[in-house]
């Protein structure tokens, strides 16, 4: 645990520096990196997804508690919206939990990749979103708490990613829509990170020093410096040239997915699929099952 304690610490100092630089969630770097070092120690490869997964969301949870107050003595909260987003998101982290458990590591590979790929594309292609209406409806702020909430879960990530634009687009000003985001990967990392704790407990492949899914002496070692780092970028992000440091962050985000889109793709994938299909055009016509 010594011997790779200073690799946690340097994971969360680097999660909570990019996460103040760029206002991206820090799983997109622990995962990651995560993934890369738990098979050096000797961890099940089915269980390396899930438990970077798992820990990512256990220590969002205390990056997302400093932003909270740094964002409130600012006054920016908008505490309306997370109260409608937060039931939702919880009730989605705990599905996703379940979905990230039951797939195949390299199912989860292949589709962290893809996000990978959406937040590399935001960085450099979007600019500024346009609001509506701020208020939004009832039921589609559930739909989309849902769907962000399970997502996340499945990815350990903080939501942030795709919280803000939502809120950007239901006409919040950047600063608040961050400020509800950052409140909001509260009840996602809470949600998300009890879940798969709960999930894991039973699992007698896990590394010791495992609560469930989450890998104790990880956690420790990135919540001690994420939420540290965390304000530093946050500084940075005035004085650098944010547009030119985003896109150098989206290149490595690129190659990042395309090494996970390696690993994760499955050639008998296609084979499966077009099997599929032949056998529910086969069912439909009425013709031979294969």
């Known amino acids: 645990m010594l011997d790779v304690l200073p690799f946690y610490l340097a994971v969360g100092a680097l999660a ?23 098979p050096l120690q000797g961890f099940a490869d089915e269980r390396v997804m899930v438990t970077a997964v798992a820990t990512s969301l256990a220590s969002i949870a205390f990056t997302s508690l400093a932003a909270v107050r740094a964002h409130r003595r600012l006054g920016a909260l908008r505490w309306d919206w997370v109260y409608r987003l937060a039931p939702w998101l919880l009730a989605g982290t705990a599905l996703g939990a379940l979905a990230g458990d039951g797939l195949p590591a390299r199912a989860l590979k292949f589709l962290y990749a893809l ?17 509506r209406d701020g208020q939004g409806d009832r ?56 879940t798969y704790a709960w999930l894991g407990w039973p699992r007698a492949d896990l590394p010791p020093f495992s609560f469930g899914y989450i890998y104790l002496p990880a956690l420790f070692g990135i919540a001690a ?66």
């Not at 909570?16 to 738990?38: M, T």
């Open 16 to 38: 909570g520096l990019l996460s103040g630089l760029f206002g991206i969630g820090g799983g997109i770097v622990v995962v990651p990196l995560l993934a890369w070092a738990f």
């Open 225 to 290: 410096c994420s939420a540290w780092t965390a304000p530093w970028g946050a500084r940075l992000a005035h004085r650098l040239p944010a547009q030119r440091m985003k896109r150098l962050f989206a290149v490595l985000l690129a190659l990042v997915a395309a090494r996970f889109a390696q690993q994760g793709f499955d050639p008998a994938w296609p084979g499966e699929a077009l099997h599929r299909i032949g056998a529910g055009v086969n069912f439909l016509t009425g013709g031979p099952q294969p």
């Open 115 to 131: 996000f990978l790929l959406y937040v590399a594309a935001r960085l450099v292609l979007v600019r500024t979103e346009t609001g």
């Open 139 to 194: 039921w589609r702020i559930a739909a989309t708490g849902l769907g962000i909430g399970a997502l996340s879960a499945v990815l350990g990530i903080g939501g942030g990613t795709l919280t803000v634009p939502y809120l950007a687009r239901q006409g919040l000003a950047m600063k608040n829509a961050a400020a509800v985001s950052s409140a909001c990967g509260l009840p996602i990392a809470l949600g998300g990170a009890a």
